[in-house]
């Protein structure tokens, strides 16, 4: 009997948990005009590793970690869309050699 009440309670459970997340994706695309935002997870870990290793090989040099992922960052690109920053990025970077990222780098790093 304790199996078939803890099914039960799955059936309860589950539901109200899948509910909640959906919520709280609605409520993060409600906040970026209905578009998921980059802030609600929409990187897998390979993409995120994919970043890490570009901007460690070619960004860290003059923009150390943390410097464009705090609150001063959010508060500038929260509104704008992600088209801005890949276009400043693929046009201003690298510092010492502008406009020379491929495509594929700047989309890394982004």
Request: charged share 15%; with cysteine; hydrophobic share 40%.
């Amino acid at each position: 009997m304790p199996a078939r009440i803890c099914r039960r309670s799955l059936w309860v459970v589950l539901p109200v948990a899948l509910c909640l997340g959906l919520t709280q994706q609605i409520a993060a695309q409600k906040d970026n005009g209905g578009a998921p935002s980059t802030m609600s997870g929409v990187y897998t870990a390979a993409q995120a590793a994919r970043g890490e290793e570009t901007y460690m090989g070619i960004c860290v040099a003059c923009h150390p970690p943390g410097t464009y992922a705090g609150q001063p960052f959010k508060a500038n690109w929260d509104k704008r869309p992600l088209s801005d920053l890949f276009d400043i990025v693929t046009e201003t970077m690298p510092k010492q050699d502008p406009g020379t990222l491929t495509p594929k780098e700047v989309a890394q790093v982004i």
